[in-house]
């Protein structure tokens, strides 16, 4: 048998990136037929080293390109001339990125001018809306044109990908954000917020930060969680600000004091999981809380126009309702009110997988390496 190991250069900037490719990482560490190297780009930096702790994961580089009010041309730019940089002198195998973020995508761009073979974890999500959300939907799909691996969480994105007339081989995974999110579960992990008991009350678990809803949106938002709150003596709302001034300065001014409205930092990989756990439902912009939630058994009304995870929608584990307050107050009404509709959603199965992705990746990795290189 060869003693021949492959070097894989994986790729990070964020803490949804770090929770999906955590599980990646540890799989490809612990195989022997594998040299792996971790990547970070800088572009969240305490929100990843929560996350890189939890998982024992260390970086073997770091660019450190975060900045204040830093542009999304910031962030392309110096990643992708650090980025560049480091393959030349380490030579990759592969270069392994996920999802839609502008680390990825600068970094699949750096590979491919080292013509380099990319593979793409969480590939294939489409809203067919070039700018909703933004910049994530462009970044995906200019990340799938010069991808050789793409590894698909649902049978959805396997298709958006054949649309798409993608080169390179798609592989149908599931979601490694399900491998995390079980491997954390199985611990019960806490979550303590200050002053709020999680039994006395029907807790939301809210998370807002996209950029479109930015500005008008957002306070549209705020007023429906108020209303909400009016209407329900017996409910309170957890609210983790984003560390985005833009986001976070708006939403403490309209609801920093309300006695059940809990605005909290930004809660680590545990402790979210706990918060999930024990929270009634969730209202969120976020796409990771579309496929994590429904693993716990807890509905999702999710407070955009779009989603790129249309399967959630289908499946019924989520539903979207925009962000005009009416609508949120209405929709969220009937989860609160109606208990048939409510176990309806909480009872879904969950289309984004079984928590084996890692596996089924580790094997595609290995065959195409193989074949690329037989030594």
């Known amino acids: 048998m060869s003693n021949f190991c492959h070097q894989i250069c994986i790729v990070l900037g ?38 890189m702790q939890i998982f024992e994961i260390k970086a073997d580089h770091n660019l450190k390109i975060m900045q204040p009010k830093q542009s999304l041309a910031d962030i392309t730019c110096r990643s992708l001339e650090g980025l560049q940089s480091l393959f030349q002198r380490s030579k990759p195998d592969l270069v392994l990125v996920q999802g839609d973020t502008t680390t990825a995508f600068a970094a699949a761009l750096a590979a491919f001018y080292h013509q380099i073979p990319v593979g793409h974890v969480e590939a294939g999500l489409r809203t067919d809306n070039i700018y909703n959300p933004y910049p994530e939907e462009a970044n995906r799909r200019l990340i799938s044109q010069i991808t050789q691996l793409h590894f698909a969480p649902t049978t959805k994105a396997v298709e958006n990908l054949k649309a798409s007339g ?33 039994r006395q009350y029907r807790t939301i678990l809210a998370t807002v930060h996209r950029r479109e809803n930015w500005g008008t949106p957002l306070q549209d938002i705020a007023n429906g969680f108020l209303q909400v709150l009016d209407r329900f003596a017996d409910i309170a709302l957890v609210l983790p600000l984003h560390r985005n001034p833009t986001v976070r300065e708006p939403l403490q001014a309209l609801l920093g004091k309300h006695p059940r ?13 706990g918060a999930i756990q024990r929270c009634h439902l969730l209202l969120t912009d976020s796409g990771g809380l579309q ?4 693993s716990l058994g807890k509905p999702v009304l999710v407070l955009r126009e779009t989603t790129e995870r249309p399967e959630a929608v289908t499946a019924g584990t989520a539903k979207l309702i925009g962000t005009h307050t009416d609508q949120i107050v209405a929709e969220t009404s009937h989860l609160l009110q109606d208990d048939d509709a409510y176990h309806t959603m909480a009872k879904a199965i969950n289309p984004f997988g079984d928590g084996h992705a890692s596996e089924q990746i580790i094997t595609a990795v290995q065959d195409f390496l193989q074949l690329q290189n037989p030594n």
């Open 14 to 51: 964020t803490r949804p990136e770090a929770i999906k490719l955590a599980p990646v990482i540890q799989a490809f560490r612990s195989d022997p037929r594998f040299e792996s190297q971790v990547l970070l780009t800088g572009q969240h930096k305490e929100m990843v080293d929560q996350v």
């Open 291 to 294: 496929e994590e939630a429904p």
């Open 261 to 273: 409205i809990f605005l909290t930092e930004p809660l680590d990989y545990t402790n979210l999981v």
């Open 166 to 198: 993608v080169t390179g081989t798609i592989h149908h995974t599931g979601n490694t954000v399900i491998d995390a999110l079980l491997t954390v579960a199985d611990n019960h992990p806490p979550c303590d917020i200050p002053n709020l008991d999680w």
